[in-house]
T-cell receptor
Framework: AQTVTQSQPEMSVQEAETVTLSCTYD???????LFWYKQPPSRQMILVIR??????QNATENRFSVNFQKAAKSFSLKISDSQLGDAAMYFC???????????????FGKGTLLTVNP | ETGVTQTPRHLVMGMTNKKSLKCEQH?????MYWYKQSAKKPLELMFV???????ENNSVPSRFSPECPNSSHLFLHLHTLQPEDSALYLC???????????????FGSGTRLTVV
């Protein structure tokens, strides 16, 4: 079974600065998808960024980018120019590619609580 | 209305009560999920429905009973719950086949359940 580990329970960053959240995962599969979700106090989980394992290029979405190291099984999230609205719980998640495993399951880490200081 | 909508937002129930959680998705997705989110624990998958058919049940106690009458609606029927069942229950949907497939989930805002 796959596991996802987020080793930083809490992180803080000054507004306008850059922060990196860590995520590692364990799998024997070669094809899979990785996600970062954000959960603000409103509780809704919002997809931040998505990476296909078969793509070497790191995904980017505006101020959010990832550093995907497939051999190291590492998937970190970098937030540039941090804003007060970025404060939330961030979850890293793993999903097998359906042609590898028809399991629909999204496996989550325990999350990192990000505080943004003004 | 768009996205995934969950009702009620908050629910307090006694251990002998019967209640239901409702989830509705307006995205045309073909799979729906129930997750349980407890403090200090990873999100736990409870049930998966694909094309209205249950495809996974992660050893969830029978006091939780899902129902998926069509591809847009998902219910979680609750009865004789325990205090340790208090948690945030999240519904999600995804498009897993055909046009628009991206394998990511869209979540609702959850129902905060407290069992007293």
């Amino acid at each position: 079974a796959q596991t996802v580990t987020q080793s930083q329970p809490e992180m803080s960053v000054q507004e306008a600065e850059t922060v990196t959240l860590s995520c590692t995962y364990d799998t024997s599969e070669s094809d899979y998808y990785l996600f970062w979700y954000k959960q603000p106090p409103s509780r809704q989980m919002i997809l931040v960024i998505r990476q296909e394992a078969y793509k070497q290029q790191n995904a980017t979405e505006n101020r959010f980018s990832v550093n995907f190291q497939k051999a190291a099984k590492s998937f970190s999230l970098k937030i540039s120019d941090s804003q007060l609205g970025d404060a939330a719980m961030y979850f890293c998640a793993y999903r097998s590619a359906p042609w590898v495993d028809s399991n629909y399951k999204l496996t989550f880490g325990k999350g990192t609580l990000l505080t943004v200081n003004p | 209305e768009t996205g995934v909508t969950q009702t009620p937002r908050h629910l307090v129930m006694g251990m002998t009560n019967k209640k239901s959680l409702k989830c509705e998705q307006h995205l045309g997705h073909n799979a729906m999920y129930w997750y349980k989110q407890s403090a200090k624990k990873p999100l736990e998958l409870m049930f998966v429905y694909s094309l209205e058919e249950r495809v996974e049940n992660n050893s969830v106690p029978s006091r939780f009973s899902p129902e998926c009458p069509n591809s847009s609606h998902l219910f979680l029927h609750l009865h004789t719950l325990q205090p340790e069942d208090s948690a945030l229950y999240l519904c999600a949907s995804s498009q897993d086949r055909g046009q628009g497939t991206n394998y990511g989930y869209t979540f609702g805002s959850g129902t905060r359940l407290t069992v007293v």
